[in-house]
């Protein structure tokens, strides 16, 4: 049993001052102020020398391609260049497992001491996680889980719950009756999965009918665009769109500015466009789950496990849920400016 493996009565208060406590060496690393009595290149130098060989995390995901990914990259990078460590950043484009699992193995054989896993098809990562923790390799998992795997810690979105409170809110602002379309971008993902089940559930309890799930390709706006088109030609009674990914949010409104459509749409993420949007009233609401938070914080924690010896994060399920952010015209402006960085 390595060190990281032992479990303890870890809880959030603890983690956000070992946090709090990186965070400090990392913003006194960039304006070259001293921290804790020690410059910060003290500090790394100093754990450079007790631990006595390369520190090299990474981050594996499925659909780099999606631009929703680009602030969980940042986040992840951020943190490796805060800490003075290698973080690789990489994965597939196509939510080809097969590859991925192939990429993950490579890196647990090359030294890597943790890996971050943004899944795709949950259960066929089980044996290579258990492999790879049996070989004294933390794993943890972001935005898209693999539960029943063994892997440390999930940082992400209670998908459920944040697709309830998108359901009643689109009832709410549909007046609690009539059809509504949802859309689906990764079909067989155990996050779209808990999604579309939480979506559901939702739009039932404010009264209205879900009359469908569309599948969506988020690599090509054309075919978001058509498929968006299609779903209104289907459903001329419809009564609101509840889109379940980031570009599907994105060509909805795009296709309720170009034809005119007035029904409510809450989507999902915060893509720029959305966001604008949103700002241009083409797009009601949004709900974000903190992209950057879900690259940067597996990072951070994996370092005080790895490196420093902290006690393992005891939470129920291994959850650590990052809060629900909804976006609407009223509170849209901050967001514009915070997400600017990732604009595409």
């Excluded at 009643?168 to 549909?174: D, N, V």
Aim: hydrophobic share 40%; aromatic share 8%.
């Amino acid at each position: 049993m390595t060190e990281y493996d032992k479990p303890n009565g870890f809880d959030r208060r603890h983690f956000g001052r070992l946090l709090g406590l990186a965070g400090t060496i990392g913003a006194a690393a960039a304006i070259g102020a001293p921290a804790l009595a020690q410059p910060a290149e003290d500090w790394k130098g100093w754990v450079g020398k007790f631990y006595g060989k390369p520190i090299r995390m990474a981050v594996s995901c499925a659909g780099t391609t999606n631009p929703y990914f680009a602030p969980l990259k940042a986040g992840a990078e951020d943190a490796g260049a805060q800490l003075g460590i290698e973080m690789q950043w990489g994965g597939v484009p196509d939510g080809n497992t097969i590859n991925q699992i192939a990429q993950f193995e490579q890196l647990v054989n090359t030294g890597f001491q943790a890996i971050v896993i943004v899944a795709f098809e949950p259960d066929a990562w089980i044996a290579p996680v258990k492999k790879a923790m049996k070989a004294g390799v933390l794993v943890l998992t972001a935005n898209n889980d693999t539960p029943k795997s063994g892997r440390e810690l999930y940082f992400g979105q209670d998908l459920v719950a944040a697709a309830v409170a998108q359901g009643e809110l689109i009832a709410k602002l549909a007046g609690g009756k009539g059809k509504v379309a949802m859309t689906n971008c990764a079909p067989g993902s155990l996050a779209l999965d808990l999604r579309v089940q939480g979506a559901k559930q939702g739009v039932q309890q404010g009264g209205m009918e879900a009359v469908g799930v569309y599948n969506t390709n988020p690599a090509d706006m054309a075919s978001e665009l058509g498929t968006i088109q299609d779903i209104f030609k289907a459903h001329p009674d419809l009564a609101a769109m509840m889109p379940l990914c980031g570009p599907d949010t994105a060509a909805a409104g795009l296709v309720r500015k170009n034809q005119g459509k007035n029904i409510p749409i809450v989507g999902t993420d915060l893509l720029y466009q959305t966001l604008q949007l949103i700002k241009d009233g083409h797009i009601d609401a949004t709900i974000g789950q903190q992209p950057y938070l879900q690259g940067y914080l597996p990072i951070m924690y994996a370092y005080q496990r790895v490196v420093l010896g902290a006690p393992r994060l005891d939470l129920p399920g291994g959850n650590y849920y990052l809060a629900n952010e909804i976006v609407t015209k009223d509170n849209v402006d901050q967001y514009l400016i915070r997400e600017e960085r990732f604009r595409g």
